[in-house]
Structures are given as structure tokens and as C-alpha cells.
């Protein structure tokens, strides 16, 4: 399986048809691989260093300083390593562990901060200045 491309030049277009095609990629992507590769998006390289740096200063945090802002009931803040286990209707049903020949739901194994606008989730437990401030 490789990791869908979509390409956002149509949305740049005002007379694009292809807007419909690009929201099926989307669908595509995030229901069959859970993520995309994103090309022609408009968000400068100097944007996408910064967010590359910030990710680096906050992840090498340590795991207690991290804790302070734990995901919050509407989703916001820090998620850790192997924190929740995944809730899926996807294909896989879990890994099969050879040496009882069970099926196992793995926790997940990523660790992210998770960040969304207020208008649609409601408050986040960390302030604007903490994230210049602080980290």
C-alpha cells in the first residue's frame, strides 16, 4: 500500500471542476489509509520549518512537563505513547500474537499533540502565550 498524493492545485482554480475529486481523495485517503502526502497546498517552506521545530522543542520535553496539557475532554493537548487504545471499523481487526495464536487490540503507538480551532471544539487548556512562552 503506498501513501496517497493529493494534489490541491484545483482549489487555486476558480474554474476548477475538479473540487468534488479532490474531497473523494480525501475521503479515499483518510478512510482507507488514515492519512495523505499533500502537495501544491500554498503554505510556505519557512511556515513548514517553524512547525518542524516547534514539533522537535515540544516532543523533547520531558514526559512530565508534557503531561501538564493531557488531552482534554474536547480533544486538545498532549496525547502519549501507547496512551489509548485505537477504536476502529477498519479492515485490521488487531495483530495475532504467534505464541497464543490470539488476536490483540495494540495500543497506539504514536505520540501526538493535538490542536483544534475553538470555534469547533470548544476551550483548550493551554493559552496562547504558553505556547511562545513555554515551549
Same mark, same amino acid.
Given at each position: 500500500?503506498?501513501?496517497?498524493?493529493?494534489?490541491? !492545485?484545483?482549489?487555486?482554480? !476558480?474554474?476548477?471542476?475538479?473540487?468534488?475529486?479532490?474531497?473523494?481523495?480525501?475521503?479515499?485517503?483518510? *478512510?482507507?489509509?488514515?492519512?495523505?502526502?499533500? +502537495?501544491?497546498?500554498?503554505?510556505? *517552506?519557512? %511556515?513548514?520549518?517553524? @512547525?518542524?521545530? *516547534?514539533?522537535?522543542?515540544?516532543?523533547?520535553?520531558?514526559?512530565?512537563?508534557?503531561?501538564? +496539557? /493531557?488531552?482534554?475532554?474536547?480533544? /486538545?493537548?498532549?496525547?502519549?505513547?501507547?496512551?489509548? *487504545?485505537?477504536? !476502529?471499523?477498519?479492515?485490521?481487526?488487531? +495483530?495475532?500474537?504467534?505464541?497464543?495464536?490470539?488476536?490483540?487490540?495494540?495500543?497506539?503507538?504514536?505520540?501526538?499533540? @493535538? %490542536?483544534?480551532?475553538?470555534?469547533?471544539?470548544?476551550? !483548550?487548556?493551554?493559552?496562547?502565550?504558553?505556547?511562545?512562552?513555554?515551549?
Amino acid at each position: 500500500m503506498t501513501i496517497p498524493i493529493i494534489d490541491l !492545485s484545483p482549489l487555486w482554480d !476558480s474554474t476548477s471542476t475538479d473540487l468534488s475529486k479532490v474531497a473523494q481523495e480525501f475521503t479515499c485517503a483518510f *478512510q482507507d489509509m488514515g492519512f495523505a502526502y499533500i +502537495i501544491n497546498h500554498r503554505v510556505p *517552506q519557512s %511556515i513548514i520549518n517553524e @512547525i518542524f521545530i *516547534q514539533h522537535r522543542r515540544f516532543h523533547a520535553l520531558p514526559l512530565e512537563e508534557k503531561n501538564k +496539557i /493531557r488531552l482534554n475532554q474536547w480533544h /486538545r493537548g498532549y496525547l502519549p505513547l501507547a496512551s489509548y *487504545q485505537l477504536k !476502529s471499523e477498519s479492515k485490521s481487526k488487531g +495483530i495475532l500474537v504467534e505464541d497464543t495464536k490470539k488476536i490483540v487490540k495494540a495500543p497506539n503507538q504514536s505520540e501526538s499533540f @493535538i %490542536i483544534n480551532h475553538e470555534h469547533f471544539e470548544g476551550p !483548550s487548556d493551554l493559552k496562547e502565550e504558553d505556547l511562545y512562552n513555554r515551549y
